[in-house]
């Protein structure tokens, strides 16, 4: 295991949930840079997303490790 000293917060993955005011529905989404996909959820840039706007977001959390 890593020590917390020794890990670089500078990369971040992050997994969070979005509601769906018209489809009243979630959408789980994971990003390395969550400002710029939520961004882009925002303009309808996200085919899967696109037609489900407004969109509410509910939770986030990020990780150290990709594969947690």
Do not use: Q
């Amino acid at each position: 295991m890593v020590e917390t000293s020794d890990v670089s917060l500078t990369h971040r993955h992050y997994v969070y949930l979005l509601y769906s005011l018209r489809a009243k529905g979630f959408y789980i989404g994971f990003s390395s840079n969550l400002k710029v996909r939520l961004a882009g959820h925002a303009k309808g840039k996200v085919t899967a997303t696109k037609y489900r706007r407004p969109l509410k977001l509910i939770h986030y959390e990020y990780f150290i490790n990709e594969d947690d």
